[in-house]
């Protein structure tokens, strides 16, 4: 694992062991399946999410279930980041 690998693995783990997106749960669920992708992995798509996280089918993946669970996961990391982090969205 090189440095950058590493360090997001810390972070990953600090983030779980803080309690910021829960110990169990659906928020918990979808920061879990997101951080297993990897800073290199492709981007999820929403029908990605809802399908793996929520368990919903292609028809009901246009839920927002999906879309207020990321954005929720989004104001926790924001919050632990102090309103500085990444631009999620871009990987910036």
Known sequence: MDGSQASFADEI???RDSGLVGYSG???DLFDFLAERGPEGEPATQADIAETVFGQHQAEADDATA???IH?????LEQRSGGQG???D???
């Not at 929720?72 to 926790?76: A, H, I």
Request: net charge positive; no cysteine; glycine share 10%.
């Open 72 to 76: 929720r996961l989004r104001k926790r």
């Open 86 to 88: 990444r631009d999620i």
């Open 13 to 15: 783990v600090r983030i």
């Open 26 to 28: 659906r928020l918990r």
């Open 90 to 92: 871009r990987g910036g």
């Open 67 to 69: 879309r207020v669970y």
